[in-house]
T-cell receptor, first 116, second 113 residues
Framework: DTGVSQNPRHKITKRGQNVTFRCDPI?????LYWYRQTLGQGPEFLTY????????KSRLLSDRFSAERPKGSFSTLEIQRTEQGDSAMYLC??????????????FGPGTRLTVL | AQSVTQLGSHVSVSEGALVLLRCNYS??????LFWYVQYPNQGLQLLLK????ATLVKGINGFEAEFKKSETSFHLTKPSAHMSDAAEYFC???????????WGAGTKLIIKP
């Protein structure tokens, strides 16, 4: 078990550019979550997948954001036409989908995005 | 709607002193409650969680938390602070049938030598 990994760890981009982040969950975990965290705040839910199906998207996820999990393993989060307000830490978490939902979410180290 | 309030964005204690980080929640359903810790430049790590059963929950690194339904609280404590406890601590509650976590804003724990 190598844990949840995210790449890149840091990304600096200019306003208007597109960026893509990758998350590799723990291999047996079928649920995968994306969160955004800004300085001094807790994580905010963006979206989650069960296997390859995207089951819910937050209203925070504007049309410029898209997430995929094509084979039910790794996931990508793309932000098009980045804005300075997109600067944040993007966190990925995974867990099993047991009944009751109390299984722990395991987090990756995050990707810190800075939009200049 | 579920929500989490953490009292105090920063808490400062001396090394060896009691740590108390406060968390209050609101939930329309029986809550599942979590404490996570985040060290600088690292991801979130689960400290402990309450689902059902015993209301006093013990976690890693000597931390524990007590679920008090009447007070809608889930405060985190540690009898004796260590320098390595300096980090940001987040309280979270399960939101709904999709089992999404709703997070507090976090409390930064500062340990004075």
């Amino acid at each position: 078990d190598t844990g949840v990994s995210q790449n890149p760890r840091h990304k600096i981009t200019k306003r208007g550019q597109n960026v893509t982040f990758r998350c590799d969950p723990i291999s047996e975990h079928n649920r995968l979550y994306w969160y955004r965290q800004t300085l001094g705040q807790g994580p905010e839910f963006l979206t989650y997948f069960q296997n390859e199906a995207q089951l819910e998207k937050s209203r925070l996820l504007s049309d410029r954001f898209s997430a995929e999990r094509p084979k039910g393993s790794f996931s990508t989060l793309e932000i098009q036409r980045t804005e300075q307000g997109d600067s944040a830490m993007y966190l990925c978490a995974s867990r099993t989908a047991s009944a009751g939902g109390t299984d722990t979410q395991y987090f990756g180290p995050g990707t810190r995005l800075t939009v200049l | 709607a579920q929500s989490v309030t953490q009292l105090g964005s920063h808490v400062s204690v001396s090394e060896g002193a009691l740590v108390l980080l406060r968390c209050n929640y609101s939930s329309s359903v029986p809550p599942y409650l979590f404490w996570y810790v985040q060290y600088p430049n690292q991801g979130l790590q689960l400290l402990l969680k309450y689902t059902t059963g015993a209301t006093l929950v013990k976690g890693i690194n000597g931390f524990e938390a007590e679920f008090k339904k009447s007070e809608t609280s889930f405060h985190l404590t540690k009898p004796s602070a260590h320098m390595s406890d300096a980090a940001e601590y987040f309280c979270a509650v399960i939101a709904d049938s999709n089992y999404q976590l709703i997070w507090g804003a976090g409390t930064k724990l500062i340990i004075k030598p």
